[in-house]
C-alpha cells in the first residue's frame, strides 16, 4: 500500500524558466519510471506521455507553466497511488473515432434522414 505523501511535492511557483524545465523533466522521468504500472503495455504509456508533454511544448508564460506542471504533477500523484481507477486511466488512449461512430440503424439517424 502506498502512502498518499510518498509522491507528493509542495506546490512551488518556479521564478525562472530554467529551474521550471528541470523539474519539468525530472516529473517526465518520473512518469516514465512509473510507465509499467499501467494497465497497458509500457510502449504505449510512453508514447502517450510524451504526446502530453509535447503539446503544451511551446508554451511561453511562465504563469501557465507553473499551472501545467503542478496539474501534472498532482495527475501523476492520482496514477501512482492508484487513486484513479482502470476507466479513468483509459480515457487518454481512447480514439476520437470512438465518439463519432453512430450506428447506421440508429433512431436518430432514420429520424434525420426521413427513413421509415
Known amino acids: ?6 509522491f507528493s511535492e509542495v506546490t512551488k511557483f518556479c521564478k525562472s ?3 521550471l524545465r528541470i523539474r519539468t523533466l525530472n516529473l517526465y522521468r518520473r512518469y516514465l519510471r512509473h510507465s509499467r504500472d499501467f494497465y497497458i503495455p509500457a ?3 510512453k508514447t502517450k506521455i510524451r504526446q502530453e508533454f509535447e503539446r503544451h511544448r511551446f508554451i511561453n508564460d511562465l504563469s501557465v507553466q507553473n499551472v501545467l506542471y503542478m ?5 501523476f500523484q492520482e496514477l501512482v497511488n ?12 481512447e480514439t476520437i473515432e470512438n465518439y463519432d461512430k453512430t450506428h447506421n440503424s440508429s433512431f436518430i ?5 426521413g427513413a421509415d
Open 43 to 45: 510502449s504505449q504509456v
Open 71 to 75: 496539474k501534472s504533477q498532482m495527475e
Open 82 to 93: 492508484f487513486w484513479k481507477q482502470e476507466c479513468h486511466v483509459m480515457k487518454y488512449f
Open 17 to 19: 524558466p530554467s529551474e
Open 1 to 6: 500500500m502506498t502512502r498518499p505523501t510518498a
Open 109 to 113: 439517424e432514420k429520424f434525420i434522414k
